[in-house]
């Protein structure tokens, strides 16, 4: 329990970890033997899913729950504070890794194949033909790959979402003002707005794909670039539902009284991850559609 004088609150002995380990093993494990084409694999992801979804909502409940009897001090708030920092930190080192394979494909192996340093002579040997232009759209193996069409464009579906993104950017904060102001109707109007323009980006998306899959043929086996397309933007369509559905959380707790003006770490979290997700798009755009 939390004392007067600073005591740091420990909870009691939780099932909630071993729930969620078991989850995200399902879901993994489903996910790569789906890829590898195993029949049980879909199954398993979802029975995954469903197991990390009871978790991830008997958990949070239990947070919000301690919060709302006054159990957490400041250090328990500074604990949760340099939590969530090391968390979206490890997000970005996620993202990292996939904008260097990007950045590896564009900058330096296509090149390379292409003859750009004379002591590399695989391209010869193997594919004589070899055109090292990105976007990766000459297989030199075409009857190996689901060769793409056309690429994506940047100044369609993907400039909307730049627009969507960047304004739910500008939603949130004014939500975080009103709160800090004590206006709870700003709070709430300035959420709900910023949960619809999230709910939309992944509609749009979704929508974006169904295009690139049944007219322009771009998969995640079109190649080098159908893949590192599909993990950026997919990755990242992921997280924008993950912090839509956190903003959402946090709406229905404005609209039930939850949050004062000195006290709503929850919602400064969920801003946080949500700016987060808007800066990864900015480079998607950048780098992925437009560049």
């Given at each position: 329990m939390t004392e007067a004088h600073g005591g740091y609150?420990?909870?009691?002995?939780?099932?909630?970890?071993?729930?969620?380990?078991?989850?995200?093993?399902?879901?993994?494990?489903?996910?790569?033997?789906?890829?590898?084409?195993?029949?049980?694999?879909?199954?398993?992801?979802?029975?995954?899913?469903?197991?990390?979804?009871?978790?991830?909502?008997?958990?949070?409940?239990?947070?919000?729950?301690?919060?709302?009897?006054?159990?957490?001090?400041?250090?328990?708030?500074?604990?949760?504070?340099?939590?969530?920092?090391?968390?979206?930190?490890?997000?970005?080192?996620?993202?990292?890794?996939?904008?260097?394979?990007?950045?590896?494909?564009?900058?330096?192996?296509?090149?390379?194949?292409?003859?750009?340093?004379?002591?590399?002579?695989?391209?010869?040997?193997?594919?004589?033909?070899?055109?090292?232009?990105?976007?990766?759209l000459h297989m030199p193996e075409p009857d190996k790959f689901d060769v793409p069409k056309h690429v994506m464009e940047a100044w369609g579906v993907p400039a909307i979402n730049t627009l969507i993104l960047l304004s739910s950017g500008v939603t949130v904060t004014w939500a975080h003002w009103g709160l800090k102001q004590g206006n709870r109707g700003q709070l709430i109007i300035g959420l709900a707005v910023t949960v619809a323009l999230g709910f939309l980006f992944v509609g749009l998306q979704a929508f974006e794909y169904h295009h690139a899959y049944t007219e322009l043929n771009l998969k995640l086996s079109s190649g080098i670039y159908g893949t590192v397309f599909f993990m950026l933007t997919g990755f990242h369509g992921a997280h924008v539902t993950i912090g839509a559905i956190m903003l959402l959380v946090m709406l229905l707790r404005s609209i039930r009284g939850h949050f004062t003006p000195d006290h709503h770490f929850a919602f400064e979290a969920a801003a946080w991850y949500w700016h987060f997700v808007d800066v990864v798009w900015l480079g998607l755009f950048t780098f992925v559609y437009w560049i």
């Open positions: 609150y420990v909870p009691h002995g939780s099932h909630w970890p071993l729930l969620g380990s078991i989850g995200l093993t399902s879901t993994l494990v489903g996910f790569a033997s789906k890829l590898h084409g195993a029949a049980w694999g879909g199954t398993l992801m979802l029975i995954g899913l469903a197991i990390l979804a009871v978790m991830m909502f008997g958990w949070f409940g239990t947070v919000v729950h301690e919060s709302q009897r006054g159990l957490y001090n400041d250090q328990v708030d500074r604990s949760f504070r340099w939590g969530m920092a090391w968390f979206i930190f490890s997000e970005v080192m996620f993202f990292s890794a996939f904008f260097g394979a990007l950045f590896y494909a564009r900058v330096l192996s296509i090149p390379w194949l292409g003859g750009a340093d004379p002591r590399e002579m695989t391209h010869l040997l193997l594919w004589p033909s070899f055109e090292a232009i990105w976007p990766l």
